[in-house]
Every structure is written in structure tokens, then in C-alpha cells.
């Protein structure tokens, strides 16, 4: 990046001064009650990953913890193991068959309980398919199903084969799937006829065959069925998951993997057009993403785990499929949205199955609170006593209004950064070691070592701002991208040679701990200096007014870049041009008169990709009038429309 001040790599204005120390009744209980584990860490840091790994069932014992050939890992190499045997078949045979894996909720309000010996029998049904289709070990498959049961099964069932999947998110077009089974070269496709959402019937097979259409190597369609609508049909290359998988006998030998063996493949968004194919391999990634699960979310037996995200997304595969099962733990898995039939569906939901940890997204948190605090208190939610963050950063605001109107103030909250590429959890608190502070993912895991640095890769001083950098490898990292070992080390390891380049900006207070900032392609500059996008937006949505709000630069004249936001307003408000001087003047006294909005946007709603993250980029592109970009990933294209309109108006 080019700046006269290079080593002043960002702005930080905001300040935080709320803490919140575990609870000692809370810490008397935690899997971590103290340093130990971060010192062992720091101590021996191989040492102390083998000892995470070694909680898993090996087939080969591993010999070798890390190889490390920047920019390439590899770990416990020598080892042999299984996955799906790790998640399902040692809780079974230690005679945990009964308990529940899933507490299964479909959005029309239909459920089912489903035990590990049930999860087990299901995914073996759906190996055995599989290889009488002709799926063989290092095979590719790709996923393109609703949250339902079938779906972790159609994962775990390629885990126990090897052939490595790909999950694409049910909310893709057929173009973006074509583009993946294109990419990963897929031999079959496991989809449903179709999956609800929002009260509606998404048409999941035809979307599929549009896919299928355009690629050359998909030899078979294994379809569920979900919603019973009619659905096209290609005899010879489809399938009925009820005649295929329900005939199969509930045994399939799984097979004994290389650690460094491909998992599946993620395909996640970049700074160009075409997807990454994200690669996470066996050993490295169980043992990676169940210590993260057991000590960030102090996992115990009896909890009951909600990560409220969709299986499409990487914290789907680490904390709703992966972590969770190799620790034996009872999840809830919900099909649907959040308001459906109404706006209290996940509160229900939480009372219904006594939930005790709730993970999701600020998006989410943001929008509940844009819903008022009557949905909630609908419902007995008691029963919860951790709560999660993901996905983005978190503004104090919504964090404080999670903690009292969600925790009860009662619930410590783990803001856990990591990325599609990371696999794991890498900067959280444990809770309850970890003093908090709203808005802060405060320190790396144990083994972990991260660094704020400058443009030119020195280390920020405490209270200075700058880039994101991974300092050593961690067993979940991605082993490349998928055929493209290029763009791999441009991405992440030319930035700072040596050194893993986050693509975030993050800020380090004169405690140490850590703040992010959002991506630093959404960085502004104004008048030379630069402005965290997420700064000004959390600074607005602490008005009591504002429910949400995206800030991009846009090209000006004087100043180089003008600050321009976008705000929703909560129901009831109304926008005006008062209104928006008093927002402006807010923006002010919360961070400084650098950060004045010059244009405030009032928008009924923000473009946001199905994922729930605000498209930022899209938005700096409508509020410099050039032409749009990728908008396949958007969740509702009409908001687009609607904010060009707005926007055309106002020049
Ligand atoms: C952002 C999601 C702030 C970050 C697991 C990262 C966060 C990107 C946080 C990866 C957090 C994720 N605080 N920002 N707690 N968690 N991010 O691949 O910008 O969908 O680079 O993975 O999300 O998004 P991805």
C-alpha cells in the first residue's frame, strides 16, 4: 500500500474502556481455569499441539508433529487416521451410541433427534452409496444440500471413504456451484429436491441440474428428498437418496488416512472474480478445530451447543459438523431463518432445547436488536450461560446488548476471529481466563502467535494500529489453494515474506490485547489519513437510532477519499436531514471530526451476501458510479437497485 506515513498503517480513534472479568463461579467450573495451557503453549509449542492431537483415535500413531516449508505445513504426517471414525464410531463404540448429535429443527417446524448411533448408521448407508456409485478414495464430491441431517452425514460419509468434498453454500446460484464442481473436478453431486426457507421452497435439484449442465465431469446426482415438489429428472445419472442409501447395510470399514490427506476443499471469495479453493486436510484440522471447540466454548457434556451458522460456511464445517462431533457433543441444527414464522424463531428454539451455548454472527445480533427487545423476552432463555461472536467485528454496542438482553448478563462472550483459511479459531478469549472488552478478540489461542505490524513488517508499538500477521503455523491452517499454488503464496506469504498476511487490520491497546478492524481493502483514507470502515460504522450504531450501517470512502476531490455511509434506521425512525447532521455530529464525539460522514445514505437495508456480511465493496462501487462488479453473491439483488436509485437522486 502506498502512504506517506507508512508506518502509521492505521488510525485508531476509538477507545473502549469497559472490561468484563470471568465470573469466579464461572471460572471455578472452566475447562481452563488458569494460564497453564497458554504457558504450556509457549513453552513447547510442538508439545503442546501433539498433546491436543493425541486426544483424537490414531491408527498410526504419529511420529512427527510439524514440517514446516513455508509456505507449506504439514502435520502429524507420519500419522494415520480417520475422521468420521473420530466422530462418530469411538463415541459409539465407548458406549455413547444414545446420546444426541443433533437436535434437528426444520424451518416448518418438523424435528427429529438424532443420536451418534443413529449419525453413524446414516453416514455408512451414504459411504456405501457412494462407493456403489464409483467413488473411490481421493475422488471428489460435491455438496450442495439444505441443513438437514443428510448433509453432515454426505460430509462424513466422504470423510470415511477419503474422497474429499466440497460443500457449496444452498443459497449459490447454478452458475457459482458449475464454477465449483468445475474447479474441483467433482464426480458426484449430493443435493436435495429442494430445502425451506423462509416459509418458501428453495429448488435446490434444478439449480443443480442448471450446474450440471454446464460441467463435463459429474457422473451422478444423489438427490434427498426434502420438500416432495416434482423435479426434473435425468434418468441413469440420478439417484434417490431413499432407493440408494436407505438400501445399504449401516457397516462401511472406514479407511485408515494420511494426516495430511484432503479433508475438503472451501471455496471462499477474494479479491478477484474466481473463488478459492481452500484446502484443510484430516489430522491437522480434527485436532485443531476440537481443542478451539472444547476450550473457547469450555464444552462440556451435558451442554447443549448452538452454532447457529449454515454448514455452506467454513464455521459451519469447524463448529457445527467437525469440533463438536469429536468431542461428543449435542449440537442443534436449525434449517431455516431467523423469522420464521416470526421474528422469535431462534429464542424458541433456544427454549425448546435448553440450549447452553449460542454461537453467530454481530449481522445477526445487530438485527435482533433492529427487531426490538419484545421477541426476546418472549422466551425463557436461562438456560444459556456462554454465548459466541463470528464472522465480523463486533461493535460494543451490540456486544453489550447480546451480553444483558441475550446473557442475562450472566454469559461470558468469546468474540472469536478466524477465517475460511485458517480452519480454526485463532484469536479469542478463553472464558474463563480472559478479562473482555466489547469489541475485542483480545489474544491468540494457546499456540498461536499473532502480530500487528506496519507497512514496512515491524511490530506496532502498544496502542498503534496496522496489518494482521500469523507469526507460526497452526495444525487447522489451509494447505493451499486448490490448484493454484500462485495465487497461494501472493495472497498470504508475499505481503510480509515469512509470515501469514490475514488481509485485516487490527489494532493492539497498551494491554496487549487485540482489536480487528475489518479487511484492509475497506480501509478509507481521508484527507492522508486512514479510517477503519468498522470504527465509524460501530460509532453509528451506538445512536440509539441507527440498527445498522456500512461506511466505504468515496473518491473526493479535496480529500482524497470522503467518507460515505449507508444507515438503516431502527423501526420507528425516521430519517431526515436533521437527523442526519445529529448522526454526523455522533460520528464526531465518538472518534473525532476526521471521521465526520460527508454523505449520509438513509437505506432501508444494506447488501449483504448470504453469509450476512455487508458487500462494502459493492457499496463504494454504487457510491463512486462505477460499474458493479460480482453481485452473484449477494442475498437480495433488488437492495442494490434500490440504493443506486437512491444514490443517482442525490448527485
Ligand atoms: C472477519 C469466518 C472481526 C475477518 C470465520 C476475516 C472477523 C474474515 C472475526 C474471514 C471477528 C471473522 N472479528 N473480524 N471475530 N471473525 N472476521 O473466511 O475480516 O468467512 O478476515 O471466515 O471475517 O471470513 P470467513
Redesign the pocket.
Known amino acids: 500500500m502506498a502512504d506517506s506515513n507508512a508506518d502509521r498503517a492505521l488510525e485508531a480513534l476509538a477507545t473502549e474502556e469497559r472490561r468484563f472479568p470471568p465470573a469466579a463461579t464461572f471460572t471455578a467450573q472452566a475447562n481452563t481455569r488458569d494460564r497453564s495451557l497458554y504457558e504450556h503453549a509457549e513453552r513447547d509449542f510442538e508439545g503442546f499441539w501433539a498433546e491436543q492431537a493425541r486426544t483424537l483415535d490414531w491408527r498410526k500413531p504419529f511420529g512427527k508433529v510439524l514440517e514446516w516449508e513455508a509456505p507449506y505445513a504439514k502435520w502429524f504426517a507420519d500419522g494415520e487416521l480417520n475422521v468420521a471414525e473420530n466422530c462418530l464410531d469411538r463415541h459409539v463404540r465407548a458406549g455413547r451410541g444414545a446420546r444426541v448429535a443433533y437436535h434437528w429443527e426444520g424451518e416448518p417446524g418438523d424435528a427429529r433427534t438424532v443420536t451418534y448411533a443413529d449419525l453413524l448408521a446414516l453416514t455408512n448407508r451414504c459411504a456405501n452409496a457412494l462407493g456403489e456409485l464409483g467413488v473411490r478414495t481421493g475422488d471428489r464430491v460435491a455438496i450442495y444440500m439444505p441443513m438437514i441431517p443428510e448433509l453432515p452425514a454426505a460430509m462424513l460419509a466422504c470423510a470415511r471413504i477419503g474422497a474429499p468434498f466440497t460443500v457449496v453454500f444452498a443459497g449459490f446460484s447454478a452458475e457459482a456451484l458449475s464454477g465449483r464442481i468445475e474447479d474441483a473436478e467433482a464426480k458426484v453431486l449430493i443435493t436435495a429436491d429442494g430445502g425451506y426457507r423462509k416459509g418458501g421452497v428453495v429448488p435446490l435439484k434444478k439449480n443443480a441440474d442448471d450446474a450440471v449442465a454446464r460441467t463435463t465431469t459429474i457422473e451422478h446426482v444423489l438427490v434427498v428428498r426434502r420438500t416432495t415438489q416434482e423435479v426434473p429428472w435425468t434418468a441413469g445419472r440420478d439417484v434417490w437418496w431413499h432407493e440408494l442409501v436407505e438400501r445399504q447395510s449401516p457397516e462401511c470399514a472406514a479407511v485408515s488416512l494420511p494426516a495430511e490427506h484432503m479433508l475438503y476443499l472451501l471455496y ?1 471469495s477474494g479479491t478477484t472474480a474466481k473463488p478459492k479453493g481452500i484446502v484443510h486436510t484430516t489430522g491437522g484440522y480434527l485436532t485443531g478445530v476440537s481443542a478451539t471447540h472444547r476450550y473457547v466454548f469450555d464444552i462440556k457434556d451435558d451442554d447443549v451447543f448452538w452454532c447457529a451458522a449454515d454448514i455452506g ?3 459451519g464445517h469447524s463448529y457445527i459438523v467437525f469440533g463438536p462431533l469429536a468431542n461428543g457433543t449435542t449440537s442443534v441444527m436449525y434449517e431455516g431463518t431467523p423469522d420464521f414464522p416470526d421474528k422469535d424463531r431462534w429464542w424458541q428454539v433456544i427454549e425448546k432445547y435448553r440450549v447452553t451455548v449460542l454461537y453467530c454472527a454481530p449481522t445477526a445480533i445487530r438485527t435482533f436488536m433492529k427487531w426490538g427487545d419484545g421477541y426476546v423476552r418472549k422466551h425463557d432463555l436461562r438456560s444459556l450461560r456462554l454465548l459466541g ?6 461493535n460494543p454496542e451490540a456486544w453489550l446488548w447480546y451480553q444483558e438482553t441475550i446473557g442475562g448478563g450472566r454469559c461470558p462472550i468469546v ?7 485458517t480452519g480454526m479459531i485463532l ?1 479469542t478469549p478463553l472464558p474463563g481466563v480472559v478479562t473482555t472488552k466489547p469489541g475485542s ?1 483480545t489474544f491468540p489461542f494457546p499456540g498461536v502467535k499473532a502480530d500487528v505490524v506496519d507497512d514496512a513488517g515491524r511490530s506496532v508499538p502498544p496502542g498503534g494500529a496496522g496489518y494482521l500477521v500469523l507469526e507460526r503455523p497452526w495444525p487447522a491452517m489451509l494447505r493451499g489453494i486448490y490448484k493454484d499454488d500462485r495465487r497461494y503464496r501472493e495472497t498470504y506469504w508475499s505481503r510480509f515474506p515469512g509470515r501469514y498476511f ?3 487490520g487490527a489494532k493492539r491497546d497498551a494491554e496487549g490485547y487485540l482489536w ?1 478492524m ?2 484492509v481493502d475497506d480501509v478509507m483514507k481521508i484527507s492522508g489519513h486512514r479510517i477503519s470502515t468498522t470504527e465509524v460504522e460501530s460509532a453509528l450504531v451506538s445512536h440509539p437510532k441507527v440498527a445498522e450501517a456500512a461506511v466505504i470512502g468515496r473518491e473526493d476531490p479535496v480529500t482524497g477519499q470522503a467518507i460515505f455511509a449507508f444507515v438503516t434506521l431502527r423501526s420507528g425512525n425516521e430519517s431526515s436531514d436533521a437527523l442526519s447532521v445529529e448522526l454526523r455530529e455522533h460520528v464526531v464525539k465518538g472518534i473525532g471530526a476526521i471521521a465526520r460522514p460527508k454523505t449520509i445514505m438513509f437505506s432501508p437495508d444494506l447488501p449483504k451476501t448470504r ?1 450476512g ?1 455487508i458487500m462494502r465493496r459493492l457499496l463504494r462501487d454504487i457510491a463512486n458510479g462505477v460499474p458493479l462488479g460480482d453481485t452473484t453473491t449477494l442475498a437480495d439483488a433488488s437492495v442494490v437497485e434500490t440504493i443506486r436509485t437512491a444514490t443517482g437522486a442525490e448527485d
Open positions: 471462499t460456511w467454513v464455521t461472536s463470528v464472522g465480523e467485528p463486533i468474540d472469536t476471529w478466524w477465517m475460511t483459511e484469536i478478540a490475514a488481509g485485516d480487528l475489518g479487511r453469509s456480511k
